[in-house]
């Protein structure tokens, strides 16, 4: 038999006060006068011996009593194993604060369950254990050791949360903190397979508990994604959004009925039917008759979880597209007749000797038209517009510089220009899978005119990657085509604008929306919706003057994001600041400039969970204590008999009762 306290056996010494009581105790008698002294002695004789007896007995119990409960807070036990575990103990408990805990389980929610056996394993230590309480916010606060006090303190605290980590990195950082003779790790949660990824455990100097706490939620479905068909919502038209919705159970979800939330106003979106363990696309018609910042919500009914139940989503609608010309010599009149005539567009001409380069990032396209020749600055400046997520298209010269243009070409990896050639050519193939000309045609048939040209230059053949043909003439030379540079986009054609060698300005069919969907176009679409936790860096609109002013984000709650600007483009750093779903406000000196949409991750939605057979399989080690949900009933014990072997305090108390209890009864029924 060991101890775990053993210094406190000196409390043996204490046995000596009842002895020392007993010994100096003299009990006084009465006299009594009887006329024969002969009878009076038989009598003192008799009741004398009777009392040593009593006292020798009720010293005994007392002793004994005494005993045990020093016994009993000496905290002995056996070991069950060679191995005896002492020294200073570090304890880390994870608590799952995730949204699943919310489930419930005999109308008790799991994060409940959670907190309470949290508790009872820092009271089921010793005060000179120390403590790491854990979360899925992964917290500084949450990042040291701390007192069995003010651990409890920290898991009384403790709130459901959008955050959901792998378990494997909440492992690792539990780790990081653990120090000391015995380092012990609990995790109290509902397991689900998305998160759970510890695998075999093979760290044999770290203990590992697992203790789940389960519901039995079978069904959920949820909203995962929204994006509109096309790459920009475009003003004054119907624009179709598409929405994924996923069930995660193995029935049929029948009837889920959806809608959608708009400046204020519901509008139904019909009743979504969903085979089991699968995904289905339904689409939305939005209709947007006025530019600015847009918001919306779908929502779908569906118990018990709920948060996945709605996906807010935002997006801004220009009320102007910007085009620029630049040009050397006078301005294309077709070019100013086509954009001028759009109310939806801007058009703006600039000479090749008077740029101005610091304006490229407010232009949504640029036409380099009929220039004789590329500047190396201006390439660079082309170079890191388009890699900012600007579009570019190039209607070369009959008389160019091909060197100064394959230079700018080179740098944006693409297809180069190999000659000027005289043959004339028509156009005879239009690739309407690629957005320009995507639901432009209700069909491509003999009565659309294509373009032809009377000359015009000839590229190097095609490489992989190097370029996508959008026009193709009947010999399978390229008119058009595009190339993805950075973020943005380069378009090239074959021949001058000019209707000396080129007819396109006068094909309408193909000149207009061409032009029109290439200002429009995006070489990604832009993000209607974020998920918490997940999007800590979002991309905008850079509309910074200096760089004294910064981006505020205002919703909820109100902070500075870390942010780095690239040309048109800033990066902002969330940092996990944003803890709420909803609408948040980019602001810049109290001028809104852009608003996001941030929903809860769903990474939880999916409910499946594994039981305690499944997470013995996967752990593969008896070295890891996995307690089901009753044995958590008896946690003190598990932890001392783990941690000792067998427990014998609980005995000593009780043999100490039963000496006491011994006591009494002598002192009542034992006569003198």
């Known amino acids: 038999m060991h101890f775990l306290y053993p210094g406190i056996l000196w409390g043996l010494l204490s046995i000596a006060i009842p002895v020392i009581i007993h ?114 916010d992964l917290e500084g606060r949450h990042q040291r050791l701390v007192s069995g006090e003010e651990a409890l303190s920290l898991i009384d605290e403790i709130t459901a949360s959008p955050s959901s980590q792998p378990l494997k990195k909440i492992i690792n950082r539990q780790k990081q903190v653990l120090k ?62 598409v929405v994924k919705y996923t069930n995660h159970s193995d029935d049929v979800a029948e009837e889920i009925k959806a809608a959608i939330w708009k400046d204020g106003m519901e509008k139904p979106a019909g009743n979504i039917n969903i085979n089991p363990r699968s995904s289905t696309l339904d689409t939305i018609p939005l209709n947007i008759l006025k530019a600015g910042i847009h918001e919306a919500e779908l929502r779908i009914v569906d118990y ?103 230079a700018m070409l080179l740098q ?57 043909s959008l026009l193709t003439y009947r010999d399978g030379q390229t008119f058009l085509f595009k190339n993805g540079v950075g973020e943005g986009q380069l378009f090239v054609c074959a021949a001058p604008l000019s209707t000396n060698y080129n007819n396109l300005v006068t094909q309408a069919e193909v000149f207009v929306p061409m032009l029109y969907k290439m200002a429009l176009s995006r070489s990604k679409p832009g993000r209607l919706s974020y998920f918490i936790g997940k999007d800590n860096l979002i991309e905008a609109e850079n509309k910074k003057t200096n760089g004294e002013t910064v981006y505020k984000l205002k919703g909820k709650t109100e902070f500075i994001p870390g942010q ?50 499944e997470l013995e399989e996967m752990v593969k080690n008896d070295a890891v204590h996995i307690l089901n949900y009753e044995g958590q009933e008896g946690i003190q014990e598990f932890v001392g008999e783990k941690d000792r072997g067998i427990v014998l305090w609980k005995w000593f108390i009780f043999a100490a009762l039963m000496f006491l209890l011994a006591e009494i009864l002598i002192i009542r029924y034992v006569k003198n």
């Not at 600041?577 to 769903?602: E, H, K, P, T, W």
Request: proline content about 3%; hydrophobic content about 40%; aromatic content about 12%.
């Open 23 to 136: 010994l100096f105790y003299f009990r006084r008698f009465k006299k009594v006068y009887f006329t024969n002294v002969k009878f009076l002695k038989e009598i003192k004789e008799e009741t004398s011996s009777r009392n040593k007896l009593k006292n020798l007995l009720i010293l005994a119990m007392r002793c004994l009593a005494l005993a045990a409960l020093v016994f009993a807070f000496a905290q002995p036990f056996i070991p069950t194993t060679a191995e005896i575990k002492t020294g200073t103990k570090s304890v880390s408990i994870f608590v799952d604060n995730s949204f699943s805990m919310r489930a419930e389980k005999s109308n008790i929610p799991l994060l409940d369950l959670a907190k309470e056996r949290a508790a009872r394993l820092v009271n089921a230590y010793g005060e000179d254990t120390r403590f790491q309480i854990i979360t899925n």
């Open 180 to 241: 000391g003779d015995h380092m012990i790790i609990f995790l109290i949660s509902d397991f689900q397979k998305s998160v759970t990824d510890i695998g075999s455990w093979q760290d044999s100097l770290v203990e590992l508990n697992l203790l789940p706490v389960q519901h039995s939620i079978q069904k959920n479905v949820s909203i995962d994604s929204v994006w509109f068909a096309a790459p920009v919502p475009i003003l004054g038209q119907s624009n179709q959004l």
């Open 304 to 406: 018990p979880v709920q948060f996945d139940d709605r996906l807010f989503l935002s997006f801004n609608v220009k009320e102007k597209v910007k085009v620029l010309s630049i040009n050397q010599g006078q301005p294309d009149r077709y070019l100013q007749a086509m954009f001028g005539g759009i109310d939806y567009f801007k058009f703006d001409n600039q000479d090749l000797g008077q740029i101005k380069f610091q304006q490229f990032r407010d232009y949504d396209l640029i036409l380099l038209n009929d220039l004789r020749t590329i500047t190396t600055g201006l390439a660079n400046e082309l170079q890191k517009y388009l890699e900012s997520g600007g579009k570019v298209l190039l209607l070369p010269a009959k008389d160019a510089d091909i060197q100064a243009y394959n």
């Open 412 to 468: 944006c990896k693409t297809r180069r220009i190999d000659k000027w050639d005289n043959k004339p050519r028509e156009v005879a193939l239009i690739n309407t899978a690629d957005f320009v000309f995507s639901d432009v045609y209700t069909s491509v048939g003999p009565n659309l005119k294509l373009p032809a040209t009377k000359a015009g230059y000839l590229f190097s053949p095609a490489l992989v990657g190097s370029g996508l």
């Open 564 to 613: 780095n600007s690239f040309g048109k483009k800033v990066i902002l750093d969330i940092k996990n600041q944003i803890l709420n779903d909803g609408y948040y406000d980019l602001v810049l000196q109290d001028s809104i400039q852009d608003r996001f949409a941030f929903n809860y991750d769903r990474g939880e939605s999916n409910l499946d969970l594994y039981d305690t057979d």
